[in-house]
Structure formats: C-alpha cells, structure tokens
Nanobody
Framework: QVQLVESGGGLVQPGGSLRLSCAAS????????MGWYRQAPGKQREWVVTITSGGSTHYADSVKGRFTISRDNAKNTVYLEMNSLKPEDTAVYYCNAGVILFLGSLPKAYWGQGTQVTVSS
C-alpha cells in the first residue's frame, strides 16, 4: 500500500512564504513524475506544478517565478517552496505522484490527503 503524506500548510500573510512537503511511503519501486495541485473553495482542482523523475520542472503561469518545486529521490519526498504568496493562492494543496510499484510496471497515480494553505492578513 502506498501513502502520500503532506505537511507544511498553514496561515500566512500576503507576501509571506510557506514550504510544503509530501513524503511517499509503502511498497514503492520508484517514483515517476511528482507534482502539486490545488483546490480553492467553490472551484475545481487545478494543476500547479510538476517535476519529472529527471528533475525537469513545469509551472502554471499563475505561480511561475514565485513557487519552486524540488524532490529528494532518496527520501521519496517532493517539496514546494511558495514565496510572495497572494490571497488567491488560498486553497487545499494536494500532492500527486506517479508510483512505479515494481520493475516494468506503468506508473500509477496516487494522491495525498491535502493540506490547507490560507493567505490572509
């Protein structure tokens, strides 16, 4: 069984910073792409950022230049450094990972439980 556990959310003032973490555990052979999505109240879940297994990164225009994704493959962990936060960044942030369960298998998508980020003065 595979679990993704997020941490690091909270309340921050506009212009502030937060760092989210997402650790994958369980019977994992390796991790493919990892990323973050978010869902604001009354809105659909939206893609935020992806980091490939090779370290390439792709950002939504709304966060480009403010958010930075990174990963530690030895720890099966992905991080999201969020700077210059705006009220419109308020959402539940979900970690997503493509998990390769055994050699030769295709990646299977797993989600974390979500962590709340609130940007407010």
């Amino acid at each position: 069984q595979v679990q993704l556990v997020e941490s690091g959310g909270g309340l921050v003032q506009p212009g502030g910073s937060l760092r989210l973490s997402c650790a994958a555990s369980g019977r994992i052979f390796s991790l493919n792409d990892m990323g973050w999505y978010r869902q604001a109240p009354g809105k659909q879940r939206e893609w935020v950022v992806t980091i490939t297994s090779g370290g390439s990164t792709h950002y939504a225009d709304s966060v480009k230049g403010r958010f930075t994704i990174s990963r530690d493959n030895a720890k099966n962990t992905v991080y999201l450094e969020m700077n210059s936060l705006k009220p419109e960044d308020t959402a539940v942030y979900y970690c997503n990972a493509g998990v390769i369960l055994f050699l030769g298998s295709l990646p299977k998508a797993y989600w974390g439980q979500g962590t709340q980020v609130t940007v407010s003065s």
